[in-house]
């Protein structure tokens, strides 16, 4: 079956981006393949890991689950938007990570919760990444940095 | 995936028009993607509804009404269902992951299929998707059910269904040739030789919103979920209780509804009958959970959910009558 392109115009990190896709073209296809942002991963592609996790209108969703044309003109958000932010230095002080692979949805998951919550609660924190797998079990020191991210160390 | 039209229709009527066997409604699309992605659905047009359906949450004299669009997120953090409809709330909380919450609908939770691995395997074909045989039934069936498996034993993996029926609720659903109101505990149906499906929604139909009716103020409700692990998991055994004591102490009104472990949302009609009418202690919350274990059948690998479904409605129980 063959289906004309779709011309949609995808707002990521505060940027407009035109890009012409199928309409089964995923967000996070859309993502790492048209726009070369390679921070959200593709693991299961199923919604079963968490590690393709962005931001849309502010809340976490998994970018693997959506259809980029779903997502016109709303306010994407991806781990390449941030900046020497202090969740990411504070993954870096607590090594939150080993291979890195799920590290940018973490770090999504947690930037939801602390823009509406500026310091939460430990049960808060894991509520916020209970989404999201981590293979090399550094969920202690995934924890442990949201802890000092939110000012308790 | 493979290839797809997509429509973004004006109204519902125009929506409605386009659906059929080969156009299927898209609204979060959480349940429907991973379909299509397993090569178990191929439409060959996908009908976005999410901009059409109602959406939020309402609240009048005669109950609450949610809109099929309304996220899992939002009936989680709604103050209202969590003060008059404790259990449907605490249900859309332990549902799936907060990423899912935030795009998973109403609509699509009560409709989402089953994840039982044969069903869900394209190269298996099950009894559910047309075939003869139910795999499960002698195959590994460790997640699977304990009531009402006579065509086929998954089990249906909503949270939000059990807390809704224990409630009373009904959909509204629209077809092309118009509307009807259908209290769930019809909506659900085990699948039938000529219906394999879960829920009794014609082809082409849509669930537009579900209604609970209003409850006295002392009524209390309660939704206990055992999974694998603390969260990111389908029910193992699931508990939705609602109930109501009497001004003399009696137990006036209650519903206990159990989920993961039938093919349906299941109504442990037993236990009621146990409680109705009595003074709530320790002998009598016994009786409930043996009564509502009742009937059932289990499977080689899924024997273990009998204790754990009896420990769920006598904590429920506890915790809501003691």
């Not at chain 2, 807390?163 to 659900?188: C, K, T």
Request: charged share 25%; net charge positive.
């Amino acid at each position: 079956m063959s289906v004309p392109l779709e011309s949609v115009t995808l707002r990521v990190n505060g940027a407009e981006r035109a890009v012409r896709v199928e309409p089964r073209r995923t967000l996070l296809d859309a993502l790492r393949l048209d726009l070369g942002l390679t921070g959200a991963k593709k693991a299961c592609d199923m919604g079963n890991c968490g590690a393709c996790t962005v931001l849309l209108d502010g809340r976490a969703v998994y970018a693997c689950l959506l259809l980029a044309i779903d997502c016109a003109g709303r306010e994407i958000a991806t781990v390449e938007g941030l900046h020497d932010d202090p969740l990411q230095r504070a993954f870096i002080e607590a090594d939150a990570f080993q291979c890195g692979f799920c590290t940018p949805g973490q770090i999504m998951s947690l930037k939801a919760l602390f823009s509406r919550t500026p310091a939460p609660s430990d049960e808060e924190i894991v509520r916020a990444v209970s989404g999201n797998l981590c293979r090399c079990g550094a969920y202690r020191n995934i924890v442990r940095a949201a802890r000092i991210a939110a000012g308790r160390r | 995936m493979r290839a797809f039209a997509y429509s973004r229709p004006a109204s519902l009527d125009e929506a409605l028009a386009l659906l059929g066997a080969s156009a299927r409604p898209l609204a979060g699309g959480t349940d429907l993607l991973t379909l299509m992605k397993a090569d178990l659905l191929a439409p060959e047009r996908l009908v976005a509804i999410a901009p059409l359906l109602p959406s939020g949450i309402a609240r009048d004299a005669e109950g609450v009404t949610i809109g099929a669009a309304t996220t899992l997120a939002d009936i989680e953090r709604d103050p209202t269902l969590a003060q008059r409809f404790t259990a449907l709330g605490q249900a859309a909380g332990v549902a799936a992951t907060p990423q899912l919450r935030n795009m998973a609908t109403l609509g699509g939770n009560l409709l989402q299929r089953p994840r039982c691995w044969y069903f869900r395997n394209r190269l298996a074909q099950c009894w559910l998707k047309g075939g003869t045989a139910c795999h499960a039934r002698e195959g590994e069936n460790r997640q699977h059910a304990l009531f009402g498996g006579s065509g086929c034993v998954a089990v249906h993996p909503s949270d939000l269904a059990p807390a809704l029926l224990a409630f009373g609720a009904s959909a509204r659903v629209r077809g092309a040739h118009g509307e009807r109101i259908v209290p769930l505990e019809e909506f659900f149906s085990l699948p039938t030789g000529e219906r394999r499906s879960e829920t009794r929604l014609r082809d082409g139909e849509l669930v537009l919103q579900v209604s609970m009716p209003s409850y006295p103020e002392e009524t209390r409700s309660l939704y206990l979920k055992e999974m694998d692990r603390r969260a990111f998991a389908f029910a193992l055994a699931s508990v939705a209780a609602v109930v109501r004591v009497s001004a003399r102490q009696r137990i006036g009104h209650v519903r206990l509804v159990l989920g993961g472990v039938a093919p349906i949302p299941w109504r442990a009609h037993g236990a009621e009958r146990v409680l109705l009418g009595e003074e709530a202690d320790e002998r009598l919350i016994e009786a409930a959970a043996d009564a509502a274990a009742e009937g059932a059948v289990p499977l080689k690998g899924n024997a273990f959910k009998l204790p754990l479904l009896k420990a769920l409605a006598r904590r429920a129980l506890r915790s809501l009558l003691l």
